[in-house]
């Protein structure tokens, strides 16, 4: 249980000890909340004391009283908007008024409760209110939350795109000028390492649009009765190319068919990614085994290969957003460092896990058991 601070801004000491007698054991809750908020009180009997109590710690709400000696309340209002303190006020006072009303409410109050209140109103009042907090804050949150995501986005995306750009616009300036000579083969080379960046850039773009959409939770999803070894026969046929340039073979080792209620597209993108990475990582000359298993109330999938490996410390990085294990063996190997994040985040959805096995120097092994 949460508990909200209140700072109670009153002259009269009944009011200021009936409102903590009515909050001591009071406590709200929504079903859009994750937890229940309770109140914990704080008085101060004048503005000037109330705006000492507000410099020296964080306040959730304030119930505020116009008539007070010393300052009145509208300027203990103006203090706190001008000060940009994040706290919902609420007027406590009998001598409500119209014109009191609208300066307080362009001043920020949020609400006015008029003396006197019997118990049950101001429970309420206190209900709308901590409603008001918690989704004001929530907008909040989100809001910086998703800045920070736009520009972690666009910087990783900048930084990912600036040099192959740069290479690519390099061999166009070399093939403009006709630097390496007159002929087309002259330049082979140099196509070929342009439409590889082309290709990198591709994925990188791919792969950030499905993290963003999977995190927006707008990507449609159309479920289905899918074939798991169909898909996981398309995502080798897709990889093979890459395999034979490094004669790395991959064996199947799955029946003729395994059905599952998936999105298809979701699926594939699991098994591109680890057979990608499994490609990737490997060295000349090794294997790819690829695993479907049948359970009783699961199905496993399990790529494993003979690659480079990781080091523990490695692996608890794996699956972070944007996260790409940096070594002597994986500097010249391009990635966006996205694909694992996506594959874990796909496999959340279903309720599934993936775990990583993994030795330096001899391999890692992938499985993901994913519920029926």
């Known amino acids: 249980m ?23 054991n009071f406590t709200v809750s929504y079903p859009f909340m994750e937890e229940d908020f309770s109140f914990d009180t704080i008085e101060a009997e004048t503005g000037e004391m109330a705006i000492k109590i507000i410099e020296s710690e ?10 007070l000696p010393g300052i009145e309340g509208i300027e203990v ?12 006020v609420m007027m406590i006072t009998s001598y409500a008024s119209l014109e009191l009303a609208v300066k307080a409410t362009q001043r920020g109050a949020y609400n006015f409760v ?11 009042a206190m209900e709308n209110i901590t409603k008001k907090l918690f989704l004001q804050r929530m907008t909040e949150k989100m809001y910086t939350e998703g800045k920070q995501i736009r520009f972690q986005f666009l910087s990783v995306l900048s930084h990912e795109l600036k040099s192959p750009i740069n290479a690519i616009e390099g061999y166009l300036n070399i093939m403009k000028e006709k630097q390496a000579g007159n002929s087309i083969d002259d330049y082979q080379v140099m196509i070929i390492r342009s439409l590889e960046r082309i290709k990198g850039m ?4 791919f792969d950030m649009l499905d993290l963003t959409r999977i995190e927006s939770g707008k990507k449609k999803r159309n479920f289905s009765k899918i074939d798991l070894c169909e898909i996981a026969t398309m995502a080798i046929d897709t990889i093979e190319p890459m395999a034979i340039q490094k004669n790395i073979k991959i064996h199947k080792n799955f029946p003729a ?4 209620d998936a999105d298809a597209n979701e699926i594939e993108i699991v098994f591109n990614n680890l057979l990608s990475n499994a490609v990737k990582y490997n060295i000349e000359n090794g294997c790819v085994d690829i695993y479907l298993i049948q359970g009783s109330k699961s199905i496993e999938i399990i790529v ?9 410390d490695e692996i608890q990085t794996l699956f972070k957003d944007f996260m790409r294990i940096k070594n ?8 966006s460092g996205l694909g694992l994040s996506i594959t874990k985040k796909i496999i959340n959805l279903y309720n599934g896990n993936i775990q990583t096995e993994s030795k330096p120097g001899k391999g890692t092994k992938f499985t993901v058991n994913l519920p029926l």
Request: aromatic share 8%.
């Open 58 to 67: 964080p306040i959730d709400i304030i119930l505020l009283d116009n008539k």
């Open 304 to 312: 494993e290969d003979t690659g480079i490996g990781m080091t523990e």
């Open 77 to 88: 209002l103006d203090y706190i908007k001008s000060n940009n303190y994040n706290a919902l």
């Open 257 to 260: 068919n395994l059905y599952f």
């Open 2 to 24: 949460a508990s909200l601070k209140v700072l109670v801004v009153d002259d009269e000491p009944g009011i200021r000890m009936g409102i903590q007698r009515i909050l001591r």
């Open 202 to 205: 591709r994925n990188l773009i």
């Open 114 to 124: 008029p003396k006197p209140f019997t118990p049950d109103e101001l429970r309420a």
């Open 328 to 335: 002597e063996k994986t500097k010249y190997i391009t990635g």
